[in-house]
């Protein structure tokens, strides 16, 4: 059976172009996308719980938009996490907040330390500003 060339060399372009992704594992930044009640009960990177609370049912998980408005990380569990952004709207924590305090609250943290720590207005913001200071270590600078 003959096929016309053009279809061999679509298909050998094909073959080639896909074959380098399969089986390797992403370069990306893995990260974990949490609540602060969430990331206290699991103890964290070093999996020795701060507290015994419950994470709250009814605050919304921020894990879709962070990948969606950061698309040079992976979206991930704790145990293959490299980072792990906290992001807490105010308006869901139960302890009194400052009333001039920014709506969203984020921090970052790498498998060591606190890295990077914020309060933005808005959502996207805050991700925006946790995305940058995941690609550029050399700014890790604790904000507030």
């Given amino acids: 059976m003959?096929?016309?060339?053009?279809?061999?060399?679509?298909?050998?372009?094909?073959s080639t172009l896909a074959y380098p992704a399969y089986g390797q594992t992403s370069n990306r930044p893995n990260v974990y996308v949490t609540h602060l009640k969430a990331w206290s009960a699991s103890g964290g990177f070093d999996g020795?719980?701060?507290?015994?609370?419950?994470?709250?049912?009814?605050?919304?998980?921020?894990?879709?938009q962070f990948q969606?408005?950061?698309?040079?990380?992976?979206?991930?569990?704790?145990?293959?996490?490299?980072?792990?952004v906290i992001i807490d709207d105010k308006k869901f924590?139960?302890?009194?907040?400052?009333?001039?305090a920014a709506r969203f609250q984020?921090?970052?943290y790498n498998r060591d330390r606190l890295i990077f720590a914020g309060g933005e207005d808005l959502l996207g913001n805050a991700i925006?500003?946790?995305?940058?200071?995941i690609a550029s270590p050399n700014s890790w600078i604790i904000q507030r």
Wanted: hydrophobic share 40%; aromatic share 10%; charged share 25%.
């Fill in 68 to 84: 969606k408005g950061c698309a040079s990380v992976l979206v991930t569990n704790l145990e293959h996490a490299d980072f792990a």
């Fill in 93 to 100: 924590l139960s302890a009194r907040t400052d009333v001039k």
């Fill in 128 to 133: 925006k500003k946790s995305c940058n200071a």
């Fill in 2 to 14: 003959r096929f016309p060339i053009r279809f061999v060399i679509i298909g050998f372009a094909v």
């Fill in 106 to 108: 984020y921090r970052l």
């Fill in 48 to 64: 020795k719980p701060v507290s015994r609370s419950k994470p709250s049912a009814g605050q919304p998980d921020y894990a879709k």
